[in-house]
């Protein structure tokens, strides 16, 4: 069995920062969606996903990204994407570029957050 998605968290005072490395494919998507669903309900509830190094993202993996987006909100939070070229395209494809928040860095996705709570 591989891993076939890796990546690490870190927690700020106002939100939580997962750099990930692999695929977020059928194989990774319910161990992602589940952790990272753990990390909102333990707070803060802003989360910056960095996808920057992601390989690939399949429909089970947009599906867990747009799960999340939702939990983050229901929770009063957001979910911020930071993406690559590669992912930009899928998401854009399925239309749901806006609904993602898509971020070109990690910095412009916390000062979003920081709008957002001042």
Same mark, same amino acid.
Do not use: H, W
């Given at each position: 069995?591989?891993?076939?998605?890796?990546?690490?968290?870190?927690?700020?005072?106002?939100?939580?920062?997962?750099?990930?490395?692999?695929?977020?494919?059928?194989?990774?998507e319910a161990t992602f969606r589940k952790q990272v669903s753990n990390c909102i309900d333990e707070g803060p509830t802003n989360i910056v996903l960095d996808l920057s /190094?992601?390989?690939?993202?399949? *429909? +089970?993996?947009?599906? %867990?990204?747009?799960?999340?987006? #939702? !939990?983050?909100?229901?929770?009063?939070?957001?979910?911020?994407?930071?993406?690559?070229?590669?992912?930009?395209?899928?998401?854009?494809?399925?239309?749901?570029? /806006?609904?993602?928040?898509?971020? *070109? +860095?990690?910095?412009? %996705?916390?000062?979003?957050?920081? #709008? !957002?709570?001042?």
């Amino acid at each position: 069995m591989t891993v076939s998605l890796r990546g690490n968290r870190d927690v700020k005072e106002n939100y939580q920062l997962f750099r990930l490395t692999g695929l977020l494919d059928a194989f990774s998507e319910a161990t992602f969606r589940k952790q990272v669903s753990n990390c909102i309900d333990e707070g803060p509830t802003n989360i910056v996903l960095d996808l920057s /190094k992601i390989d690939f993202v399949d *429909s +089970s993996g947009l599906g %867990a990204l747009v799960q999340l987006v #939702k !939990k983050a909100q229901t929770e009063g939070g957001s979910l911020q994407i930071v993406t690559n070229p590669r992912i930009t395209q899928t998401v854009k494809l399925v239309r749901l570029e /806006k609904f993602l928040s898509l971020q *070109s +860095s990690v910095e412009e %996705a916390i000062e979003n957050i920081d #709008k !957002k709570s001042s």
